[in-house]
């Protein structure tokens, strides 16, 4: 099986040494703005062939789209303007609701299925492509009636191979929970570098104490501004909504020291505890 | 030589693990208000022997003081109070200028070396002691010249023995930076895991969706609170500063999102990936 890869970033690059390993594709086409990066792509063995994207899906029974959510919409409308009932489209951005709802009306629906593989680093391109990424973590499909049965048996068996289990949620609730357990993540890392980085200005010295602590909360701050910027602007409403009850647990932390209320300061603590 | 640990925890416990490991300590003896920590430090061979504090002082060139940074000062100057001008006091604790400031004039000062280990992990207890810990990692001492220069000296040498390289700070300016790059990550991962838990009443399969991105900026939230409540609080006016300033860079993020500036979005981002 060809399998064409849109975008062969950390995710893209990642998904084709996957299928590669596990020996679902056959052949790897990758497709990218970037000549740069369909070179390296070329150079690492992460892709065996660039093609323009005409090409790349007229060879391919699978279409995987992997650009920054921002371009995924139009490009996934593209691809499905091009594809005949036999090919398979996925797409693996961080947000859904915008996406799902501009092809829900699309002639060509039923051949797309909405995933987002819950893995990811703070490095991008096709250096940033790591062997068995996914393995072990849990792939969001949404709206999955919205696919044919057929179309969602193969990505789900793929998945499955690749090592990830799937779960299953519409659009709207992905959005609500990626707001949660990932974007809020990287808005607290890249605003505490931040942080730092006012007070670094003063004071260079700051950052030879750093210790594991610092590095484990702050390495999300390295992330790249053209994947996730369009992701928090697409999920505005709920990063919005996280966002503002964060600040207000942090008031929290605020108050109980300004009161010296140590007792209310282990009970925000021993509550946090419970995070598995 | 033999050490005496006061504190069998995390600290004490990898901080005899390694002193062993290195053959400083020929014999290390354990002091501890809990008798279950001393057991399962004796179970586990992280101490030779556990004494009540005052058998354990009259046996030790070095007593080590790794306790909750309430109980330090305290102890330290009980401690102090104890030991002949042989003895080495050290104590590992996250805040310093209280200690310090509390000690400055007692009669055994110079015996006394102020240090900060950078290194922990979001465990407790001698369970949670880890071989090799503080290798490649920084320790910080504080007001070096209210010790006395063999003793500073003899300190140096057996920190750098496991491993780690020296910093010189005095206590002021070490509270200042530990609320930067220690204090404020650990609350920021307890505000994290709170807003999480917040959406948890509605919702239990949020949890099954985290990524690697999420757990590592809400791993220090199982932090021990017996242990960073006093920190916290007496660092108060540093952590108060600290938060004040992270909550308004959080505040850029949700002005940036609330007016679709994409474009400030981006800055606030490229700004934060400029952290090492």
């Known amino acids: 099986m060809n399998v064409a890869i849109i975008g062969v970033g950390l995710i893209g690059g990642s998904m084709a040494l996957a299928l590669k390993e596990k020996g679902i594709a056959k052949k790897i086409i990758g497709v990218d703005n970037s000549a740069a990066n369909l070179s390296k792509a070329l150079d690492l063995s992460i892709i ?20 920054p959510v921002d371009a995924t919409i139009d490009s996934v409308k593209k691809v499905l303007s091009l594809i005949t009932d036999k090919q398979i489209v996925i797409d693996t951005g961080s947000t859904k609701f915008a996406l799902c709802n501009e092809i829900k009306n699309h002639l060509m629906r039923k051949q797309f299925v909405a995933t987002h593989p819950m893995w990811g680093t703070e490095y991008s391109g096709p250096g940033a492509a790591v062997k068995n990424a996914f393995a072990g973590r849990a792939c969001v499909i949404c ?11 193969v990505v789900e068996n793929m998945y499955n191979a690749i090592g990830m289990h799937i779960i299953y949620m519409d659009a709207l609730n992905h959005d609500v929970h990626a707001a949660y357990v990932s974007h809020i993540s990287h808005i607290t890392s890249f605003a505490l570098a931040n ?59 605020k108050a109980s020291l300004e009161k010296e209320n140590m007792e209310y300061l282990i009970e925000l603590m021993e509550n946090a505890n419970r995070i598995k």
């Open 48 to 67: 065996d062939e660039a093609m323009p994207l005409e090409d790349a899906i007229q060879k391919s029974e699978i279409i995987f789209v992997c650009i």
């Open 195 to 253: 942080t730092v980085l006012e007070k670094e200005k003063e004071e260079d010295a700051i950052f030879e104490m750093a210790g594991g602590g610092f590095e484990s909360t702050v390495r999300l701050a390295k992330s790249n501004s053209a994947m996730w910027a369009p992701i928090f602007m697409q999920n505005k409403e709920n990063v919005l909504d996280v966002l503002n009850e964060h600040i207000s647990q942090l008031r929290k932390f």
């Open 143 to 153: 709206n999955k009636e919205e696919s044919s049965i057929e179309v969602l048996e």
